[in-house]
């Protein structure tokens, strides 16, 4: 499953290089039935109690609290260890009915350090729960995983995909040793991760925040998640909203071609917009903008540039850069500098924040936590977590997410038409998301529990917001994940631009909240029109 960050990750600071389509890890989880969920006993993990202090940091702010809960490692063998999962929370100001918990997408966002930095856009809520965000197993500061510092050269030779057209098995070959790194640096909690388990630490968290039943909005991937939980938990939903819908059925190899079509999309919208601006540094013609635009990756393709970090700014990089800047209308103007600068004066810096949030590039030398094999786990130091660790835990998810597994003959079979594909769907990102498809090679097969199970929820009516200009979870994946969910789905259709509804319209906020805080849902077929946000300030 290819879902992105919501763009509150783009505007801040977990936007690294590489991560968008990227799935190379991961470990199947069995389909879990009710029945199975009741054989072990989980009643020690079902009666904690959060101890809520104030949060480290020196920028954290002042009245956002913290704390931790402990799930098994493995719910079917919960002797066999522990984890601990970072959470955090604002207290609600109104009269408090309970909680709010968000996921704000990724996957491998991580939801502590959001919170902090986007809280203010929830505060709405406060007015009757707590809200409060966490970091999924593998995650931030839930035993974090990594693919070690070498990682990211290993992905830059997927890449090239020529090479991979004229010998695809070296290419495999890049791809096992990369498998063996991150098995190598990410410890025990690596064969659990995924949304199935995850769903099941939310189930946890529910009871140890004190709320018989989950409220939760759920951005991106959180959207699966949520999802996820309808389908093992129906009697323990209360409002769940969905903001930038999931698919639930689609191949990986499909999300890729929907995904290339939808940036190119917005690609073109950015361009539209940017010729009106007689500092577009593409003119002030569309067709011709997008021929340079084009031109323009290639040629730094072909002789890379030096990077702000060190080392050298590919054209492929700045696929990354412009997929990130791209998530949200508010981004629009810093790109254009951004692409000014790069384009008069050779300058990388702008286009690189874009890609790494501001960050030196991940494979820079830093530290790296300890891992401890007998699987009992405690909450990372914050300047513990590796810079890689959004990357590599979408990779692990989103590949213990699914059940397909081509084999290297089939790879090889198929990779020549798949690139026509990709290429038709976006001359410009088709490339970067070919990748997709050997992403998950060699790995052990992925859980067939979301495709085959997640339907037809027996759940209070629960509100799924899908964006018409949503470059990332293309509308059509709301209505059919709407479908697909049954009765209890009733869909908002946002008809604005970027990745999700939430941040960017007022109407939308208007009604998630207004469904979230009452219950109040909007009658179906409803609709919120587009807005024009304001350019942001510089330095947002």
Same mark, same amino acid.
């Given at each position: 499953m290819l879902a992105k960050l919501s763009p509150r990750h783009t505007a801040r600071r977990w936007t690294l290089a590489g991560t968008v389509g990227l799935a190379l890890l991961g470990a199947g989880l069995p389909a879990t039935t009710a029945e199975d969920r009741a054989q072990p006993d989980l009643t020690r993990f079902y009666r904690q109690k959060i101890a809520w202090t104030a949060c480290d940091g020196a920028e954290t702010p002042t009245d956002l609290q913290c704390g931790k809960v402990t799930v098994p490692l493995d719910y079917a063998r919960p002797g066999k260890g522990t984890l601990e999962l970072a959470l955090a929370r604002y207290r609600a100001t109104g009269d408090k009915r309970g909680s709010v918990v968000l996921n704000f997408g990724g996957p491998g966002g991580a939801g502590v350090t959001e919170l902090a930095y986007s809280g203010d856009d929830f505060m709405g809520l406060s007015d009757g729960y707590d809200v409060v965000s966490f970091d999924p197993r593998g995650v931030g500061r839930s035993s974090p995983v990594s693919c070690g510092d070498g990682s990211y050269e290993d992905s830059a030779v997927l890449q090239k995909t020529d090479a991979a057209l004229r010998d695809p098995q070296s290419v495999l070959r890049q791809l096992k040793k990369t498998a063996d790194e991150c098995a190598k640096h990410s410890g025990p909690v690596l064969p659990y991760i995924g949304t199935v388990n995850a769903s099941r630490d939310l189930d946890v968290i529910?009871?140890? +925040?004190?709320?018989?039943?989950?409220?939760? +909005?759920?951005?991106?991937?959180?959207?699966?998640?949520?999802?996820v939980y309808a389908a093992q938990f129906p009697d323990k939903v209360g409002r769940l909203a969905l903001d930038g819908v999931d698919t639930l059925t689609e191949p990986l190899t499909q999300q890729g071609v929907a995904g290339a079509k939808g940036q190119q999309t917005a690609l073109e919208d950015f361009l539209d917009w940017c010729v009106q601006d007689i500092a577009c540094p593409f003119g002030q013609d569309p067709r011709r903008a997008r021929e340079d635009v084009e031109r323009l990756v290639r040629s730094v393709d072909k002789d890379p540039v030096p990077s702000a970090f060190g080392g050298e700014f590919t054209g492929q990089d700045l696929v990354v850069a412009l997929s990130?800047?791209?998530?949200?209308?508010?981004?629009?103007?810093?790109?254009?500098?951004a692409l000014a600068s790069l384009v008069e004066d050779g300058e990388t810096h702008g286009v690189e924040a874009f890609?790494?949030?501001?960050?030196?590039?991940?494979?820079?030398?830093?530290?790296?936590?300890?891992?401890?094999?007998?699987?009992?786990?405690?909450?990372?130091?914050?300047?513990?977590?590796?810079?890689?660790?959004?990357?590599?835990?979408?990779?692990?998810?989103?590949?213990?997410d699914d059940p397909d597994r081509p084999t290297a003959q089939q790879i090889t079979r198929e990779l020549g038409r798949l690139r026509a594909a990709y290429e038709e769907a976006s001359p410009v990102f088709g490339r970067h998301r070919l990748t997709q498809v050997l992403m998950c090679y060699g790995r052990p097969k992925g859980t067939d529990f979301?495709?085959?199970?997640v339907k037809d929820v027996d759940t209070p009516r629960m509100l799924l917001v899908g964006t018409r200009g949503d470059p990332a979870t293309p509308y059509r994946w709301t209505t059919q994940t709407a479908k697909r969910l049954g009765p209890s789905a009733v869909v908002l259709d946002n008809k604005g631009e970027g990745h999700t509804g939430y941040a960017s319209s007022t109407c939308v906020q208007r009604k998630v909240d207004a469904f979230l805080l009452y219950g109040s849902l909007p009658a179906s077929g409803s609709s919120c029109g587009p807005e024009s946000p304001e350019a942001p300030e510089d330095g947002e």
């Open positions: 529910r009871d140890a +925040l004190g709320d018989n039943k989950l409220n939760y +909005l759920g951005f991106s991937y959180g959207t699966r998640l949520g999802a990130q800047g791209l998530y949200s209308r508010n981004l629009w103007p810093s790109l254009e500098r890609a790494t949030g501001g960050f030196a590039p991940p494979g820079s030398p830093e530290p790296r936590p300890e891992t401890t094999p007998a699987g009992d786990s405690g909450l990372a130091d914050e300047e513990d977590v590796p810079l890689d660790n959004l990357p590599a835990a979408l990779m692990a998810i989103n590949c213990a979301i495709r085959d199970e």
